[in-house]
């Protein structure tokens, strides 16, 4: 596996970019997207060890820092405003790796917001989205929607330390209060805002689309409150781990990623 680091443009401004690309490739490469203030090395360098992963499995990977994060210059855009970074990232992907015939697109929390409204704009064969992020700016812990309260607190009931924290007075019982309370309430509606474009963005996109939740990430049970969650794209692992850090959750992740990556042939006519 090689490894080069690669600066490209973005609205005048000089991006940051990293490519790791085996000797044997195949067809078929995997764009890295970033979320949040993330660097393009990932929480504890995770997404350069699957990117290394991965090239070592024939599939370049090319993940970059968006504006105003890690080596990039200028101001973070937020997701909201990314396009430019994503479409940059893309055209610099191909122009590094010219024999790539299909790009999958892979992103966790706001990142997988980010490709769900813009991919439709882009020259992808792919999405793999994570964890998607459903909410506009900031909203409070209490605001999150009852279903996902609920699987926390049985979380807790059923762990012995924290029954054990509850009966020696280690609980904040006016907050175990208020968020049981919180919890019995039924889903308040959720904003159209920006599930209603994540909905009309991914409708919009030709390529396949597949979904991927961490079952008990607090993120992963916002966007089942706010998404059909009979949605046959959508595959679930049973982990509360938001990055897929965990060892079952780390394998699942990167059997998706080559299932996306190499998709079944079509029967010829």
């Known amino acids: 596996m090689t490894r080069r680091h690669i600066t490209f443009a973005c609205e005048g401004l000089s991006l940051v970019g990293t490519l790791d690309i085996a000797e044997a490739s195949g067809s078929a490469g995997l764009l890295l997207v970033s979320g949040g203030n993330e660097l393009r090395s990932g929480a504890w360098g995770g997404q350069a060890q699957l990117a290394a992963r991965l090239a070592d499995a024939g599939y370049p990977v090319f993940r970059y820092d968006r504006r105003g994060v890690g080596d990039s210059e200028g101001e973070n855009p937020t997701f909201r405003h990314s396009a430019m970074d994503l ?13 790539l015939s299909r790009v999958v697109a892979f992103g966790n929390c706001d990142a997988a917001a980010a ?3 813009y991919a439709k704009d882009m020259a992808l064969d792919a999405v793999v989205l994570a964890n998607p992020w459903t909410i506009d700016g900031e ?9 996902a309260i609920r699987s926390r607190y049985l979380g807790k009931l059923t762990n012995p330390r924290e029954v054990w924290r509850l009966l020696t007075g280690g609980v904040n019982f006016a907050k175990l209060i ?3 309370r919180n919890a019995a309430q039924s889903a308040p509606p959720r904003p159209a805002g920006l599930v209603s474009e994540m909905q009309a963005g991914l ?16 993120t992963a049970q916002m966007f089942e409150a706010a998404w059909d969650t009979s949605d046959p794209r959508i595959a ?3 982990s509360a781990s938001h990055s897929f ?3 079952a ?21």
Not at 252 to 267: C, G, H, K, S, V
């Open 139 to 147: 909203e409070a812990p209490e605001a999150m929607p009852a279903s």
């Open 87 to 99: 479409a940059a990232a893309l055209a610099a992907f191909r122009l590094a790796a010219p024999h």
């Open 236 to 238: 679930r692992i049973a």
């Open 249 to 269: 959750a780390r394998e699942w992740l990167f059997a998706r990623l080559i299932r996306a990556l190499t998709p079944e042939p079509t029967d010829s006519p």
């Open 203 to 218: 409708a919009a996109f030709g390529g396949d689309v597949s979904i991927l939740l961490a079952s008990s990430d607090r």
């Open 178 to 180: 208020k968020g049981l």
């Open 245 to 247: 850090s965990d060892d």
């Open 115 to 117: 490709l769900m409204l």
